[in-house]
């Protein structure tokens, strides 16, 4: 055991600031990503890791391209309440949406009028590339995208 200990130990010696320095870089992304009027580190940072890789920061919260095949592509959002997002239908086709999960309603506007729709929960949706769409997350919200490039 005095072994296991020892190369723990001197391990641990000289990562003993580099965990520290760990432990301060995902506290503070996290205090970045929800601070702004809380003077709260603590609970600003929990959040701030919703937000961070794989996650690019974006104004409403954040995304990424989960999956991406030679006719497909496959994004992740995560929107936090009270933001809206356009739904981009340019050079995509084909487009569905889901709610994994949180509360939104997406805005259909097809010209004439604008409709407004609760999204639920695994229940994918066709994207019309005639109409414009906006999501309005009510909740904090995550969502699937997955199109075809034009």
């Known amino acids: 055991m005095s072994e296991p200990e020892q190369p723990a130990a001197s391990t641990a010696a000289d990562p003993s600031a580099e965990p520290s320095a760990d432990t301060s870089a995902a506290t503070p992304p996290t205090a970045d990503a929800h601070s702004g009027d809380d003077g709260d ?7 701030a890791d919703d937000f961070g890789p794989p ?10 391209v989960w999956a991406k095949g030679d006719g497909f592509v496959t994004t992740v959002l995560r929107v936090k309440e009270g933001k809206s997002v356009p739904v981009a239908t340019q050079n995509r086709r084909d487009m569905h949406v889901m709610l994994t999960g949180g509360r939104a309603v997406l805005e259909v506007d097809d010209g004439n009028e604008v409709d407004r729709v609760e999204l639920m929960p695994a229940g994918p949706l066709l994207i019309d590339p005639a109409n414009r769409y906006r999501l309005i997350a009510m909740t904090e919200v995550e969502i699937f995208t997955v199109y075809t490039q034009v």
């Open 41 to 47: 580190t603590a609970d600003a940072e929990p959040e």
């Open 55 to 64: 996650f690019t920061p974006k104004t409403f919260g954040g995304a990424f």
